[in-house]
């Protein structure tokens, strides 16, 4: 492993265990106060932890994390939906969206996108949410492997008639 790899390696870890700090402080924080008996007040909100909110979806329709991009060696191999892994298509896989959904998946620093079909199951490394094509990384500005900071949108989904076959 050379330097450039473990440094990169080291910043992700550090940026992670302080992500996990920050919730751990955020939850401790927002613990609340019991209000006073004479005057109600209206709740406030909970605090939500930083960490949970880099996983939260910001609504039923996006959510944002850490995407890593397939590797070639995946090349023809069937993935979860029974479709051949192909690096150059504009697929991604997920662990919860159904195969075939439609995805916008936009760089947070690069502000590329690109627009992806789920048609596999991952990804399996904790803390991150999708796993990109080769064709998809690059689309968003992956020039080479490694992680990158991404909002995920839903653009569609295919019908339940769809899904239902998909999965017999």
Same mark, same amino acid.
Do not use: K, Q
């Given at each position: 492993m050379n330097a450039r790899r473990a440094g990169r390696i080291f910043a992700v870890s550090l940026s992670l265990s302080l992500a996990l700090m920050a919730s751990q402080v955020g939850a401790q924080a927002a613990k609340p106060a019991d209000p006073p008996a004479a005057a109600p007040a209206a709740p406030a909100a909970p605090a939500a932890p930083a960490a949970a909110l %880099? %996983? @939260?979806? %910001?609504? %039923?329709? @996006? #959510?944002?994390g850490i995407a890593a991009v397939y590797g070639s060696r995946f090349a023809g191999r069937k993935t979860a939906s029974g479709a051949r892994y192909n690096p150059n298509a504009l697929t991604a896989a997920h662990n919860t969206l159904p195969f075939g959904t439609r995805v916008k998946v936009t760089g947070v620093k690069s502000k590329r996108s690109a627009? $992806? $079909?789920?048609? =596999? !199951?991952?990804? +399996? +490394?904790?803390? !991150? /949410?999708? =796993?990109?094509?080769s064709a998809a990384a690059r689309k /968003?500005? #992956?020039s080479r492997p490694g992680l990158r900071q991404v909002t995920l949108e839903v653009l569609s989904q295919p019908a339940a008639k769809t899904r239902k076959a998909a999965k017999q």
């Open positions: %880099a %996983a @939260a979806p %910001a609504s %039923a329709d @996006a #959510m944002s627009i $992806v $079909v789920i048609n =596999d !199951r991952g990804p +399996t +490394t904790a803390g !991150r /949410i999708i =796993d990109l094509s /968003i500005g #992956m």
